[in-house]
């Protein structure tokens, strides 16, 4: 019999605020590259990306230690929906249908590799 572990809403949490704070790391970029390259607000930008970055792949080790790798990662799946809401209310971009049905296909596969690791 496999050893289960017991569901650990604590470290979900903590893992799914990590990708928030990933998901805002593309923002970050495109808000750096329409500035003029070396500004103030170039640096500051590419720095909060670097900063986001750090702090997320720091905690992302200690995720690993209390999940497994193909349930953190397949959780990852959820940056493509903060993606698209940053998209939208921060950058100015349109939620098609398109984006919309490509967004449940990830998720229909993240299910999938989900339940069959259970």
Known sequence: MKDKKKFDFKTY???HFILLLYSFV???MKKAFEQEFFSFWFLLFAGLA???LGI???V???V???LPLTVAFTNKAICIVWGMLWGALILGDTITWYKIA???IVFAGVVL???NNE
């Open 13 to 15: 949490a903590v893992l």
């Open 60 to 62: 992302w080790q200690q």
């Open 50 to 52: 670097v900063l986001f």
């Open 113 to 115: 590799v989900v339940s």
């Open 56 to 58: 997320y792949a720091l």
């Open 26 to 28: 593309g923002v970050f």
């Open 64 to 66: 690993l230690k209390k």
């Open 102 to 104: 490509g967004s449940l």
